[in-house]
């Protein structure tokens, strides 16, 4: 098969910003690969129109339109002219897009177009209790109705998106995968440094940055050892409209806290592997996931995790066996757990343990490729009887 990917992400040095989105194209990519399909991947919102193949992949940026009033239309004209090109060309007989913003609303494409839910914006705003904006509730809603098929990384977005789109059609719920060849223990450089707590991730108000300073506070008044490392983008808060999040957090950890907490800003996709090594535990107290990649990552190293006990949350650790689920508003729990963590070498190397053989069993990209291979060929057939 020859699939393609539409999105606006993807983790490359040629490319515009890509998080989680563009990690789970990559892995899902790579999977596919290696089952002997071929890969596209059409990515709009890009600085230029330029095209390039690298390790088997064919890249088609695109330079979105930009005319006052007619953006959005004459972007979706310009890929869907792109992809029915290269249906015609024999070089793709699949599309699948993201749910975000609906960018493959109203389409009419020569070929299958499947939606996976990696979390809309619609999604993303009902986790917030915040208003989604009505033109992006709209282009979501008929992107899911100009689909062929559907797909969604966890069981829980599938039925929330479903409650808020009045959406009827059942989804295919095919999890991320990781690329274990990429995260793998044996190969391990970097020995851990003691009493290390790693959040990567955006720094954004939905991932739980605003809990994590109070929940450190925590930490620390009873292991004063304790150091947390940051990394990632920051961003403007949408709710107080302040334009650094780090800013906002800072005056929330107390000033003995503080001085043992390091914010390394972005870093390469490449370098994560290094930092998630140096870490005894990784944390991610978010409230606004779909089926984060990042927990995954950590995890494969087989490093114990303390994670937010929110819906999606169950689908990927089995709290106390393979990490431990507490809510991010729960400070002094969630620093408990921690400090259980950091204070028992055997507990926390046995809960790494089984994390990273859940991850083999369950999230490597082998499987999840199979999987969505076999769900592509389901498609596939049925759209070919349907033209026949």
């Not at 960018?103 to 979390?119: D, E």
């Not at 506070?217 to 961003?235: C, E, S």
């Amino acid at each position: 098969m020859k699939i393609a990917f539409l999105t606006s992400e993807y983790p490359h040095p040629k490319t515009s910003f890509a998080a989680g989105i563009g990690t789970s194209i990559l892995n899902l990519s790579l999977g596919l690969q290696q089952l002997g399909h071929e890969v596209v991947v059409v990515l709009y919102g890009q600085d230029q129109d330029e095209t390039f193949t690298e390790k088997g992949i064919t890249f088609y940026k695109i330079k979105n339109v930009k005319f006052k009033g007619l953006s959005w239309w004459l972007t979706q004209m310009k890929i869907q002219k792109l992809i029915r090109h290269l249906v015609d060309s024999g070089k793709i007989d699949l599309v699948e897009a993201a749910d975000w913003t609906g960018m493959s609303a109203n389409l009419k494409l020569n070929c299958p177009l499947v939606i996976k839910l990696h979390g809309s914006d619609t999604y993303f705003c009902h986790l917030d209790a915040r208003p989604v904006k009505k033109v992006n509730f709209n282009r979501e809603k008929q992107a899911l109705m100009t689909a062929d098929a559907w797909s969604s990384v966890s069981e829980y977005v599938a039925r929330i998106t479903q409650k808020l789109f009045g959406f009827e059609q059942d989804f295919q719920v095919i999890p991320n995968g990781i690329d274990l060849d990429k995260f793998s223990v044996h190969q391990t450089l970097n020995p851990e440094k003691p009493q290390t707590i790693l959040y990567f991730g955006t720094l954004i108000r939905k991932k739980g940055l605003l809990e994590l300073p109070l929940i450190f506070n925590q930490v620390y008044k009873q292991n004063p050892k304790a150091q947390l490392v940051l990394i990632g983008r920051d961003t403007s808060d949408i709710k107080t409209q302040n334009a650094s999040t780090w800013q906002m957090m800072q005056s929330l950890f107390d000033a003995d806290a503080r001085a043992h907490v390091m914010y390394l800003g972005s870093v390469s996709y490449d370098e994560i592997k290094t930092h998630i090594e140096s870490a005894s535990v990784c944390v991610f107290p978010t409230f606004a996931e779909a089926l984060p990649v990042s927990w995954l990552e950590a995890m494969a190293l087989q490093k114990a995790v303390v994670a937010s006990n929110i819906g999606w949350a169950h689908e990927i650790i089995e709290d106390g066996l393979d990490g431990f689920l507490v809510s991010p508003k729960e400070h002094i729990t969630y620093a408990h757990r921690i400090n259980n963590l950091l204070a028992n070498d055997a507990l926390r190397f046995q809960m790494g343990q089984n994390a990273r053989e859940k991850v083999i069993k369950k999230f490597s990209k082998e499987v999840i490729a199979q999987k969505n291979a076999d769900f592509y060929q389901q498609i596939l057939t049925h759209y070919k009887l349907k033209k026949s």
